[in-house]
């Protein structure tokens, strides 16, 4: 066991990053991406985003397994895990500024996408922001796709949620079976990318310690979130997390760029 004092900073990220996971049923790994890649190194804080999630979603699954939407989760989960395998194999083959460069990319375009949709649509354009339109056969393609591209990029990174919530945000639309569902597919996802991660050598001293250190932020955050759930206001809460989604990302991004230039 070794300890470092960046690994509270870690936790306390961890801590707010869980509370949206606990709220909504996804963004845990990719808010708190940059900052924990940032302060760990991919090497440590990809598997750590991965670890992290697994011991709060078996207890979260466990009690919640009635309010589950069982048929979408069986799609996504057989549409994602092939990319899992694919962006395994990837993520070991990348240096680590390569590996932060693409991880600030991603973060920063899913939150600039995700701005605009809540923010500039309806506050700036002052336009009605559709869901209910009419379904497509491309649009439906367009969902599969982001199933096994975000299966990809969840195997690279760990990240890969925003592109898998493109699938769940429209089969899904009762927000605890949404939050339910989603859990459940993480916990899937997140045990295959530890496995493969500890089988490539991922486990080691500074890992565990910072697990060890975090989990309990995880962990009060999660159950916070959770109790949160029912009085949130979703719209208002989301458009700050993609504020700060933009802000780290691309904080991250710029920063393994100039490094690189």
Known sequence: MVF???YIWVGLMNFISFFIQGCTGFGSTVIAAAVTNGILGTAVGVPFGTMITIPLFIVLCLKERKNVAWKDLGKIVVFCVPGLFIGNFLFYMMDQVTASIIIGGI???????NIYKSIIVPLIL???????????????????LC????????GAFNIGG?????????????????????????????C???FNQVRNGAWTPELSSALVVGLPFAAVGFILGAL???KINKETFLRIVY???????????LTNLMSVL
């Open 4 to 6: 470092d004092i960046s």
């Open 107 to 113: 973060v920063t375009f899913i939150a600039l996408m």
């Open 126 to 144: 002052k336009k009605e922001v559709k869901e209910d339109v009419e379904d497509t056969t491309a649009k439906k393609a367009l969902r599969y």
């Open 147 to 154: 199933l096994a591209v975000g299966g990809i990029v969840h």
């Open 162 to 190: 925003p592109l898998i919530t493109v699938y769940t945000i429209y089969a899904v639309k009762e927000k605890e079976h949404f939050r339910n569902t989603m859990t459940w597919v993480w916990l899937v996802l997140n």
């Open 192 to 194: 295959i990318n530890a």
């Open 228 to 230: 949160f759930l029912k």
């Open 243 to 253: 504020l700060v989604l933009l802000f780290v990302g691309g904080n991250m991004l």
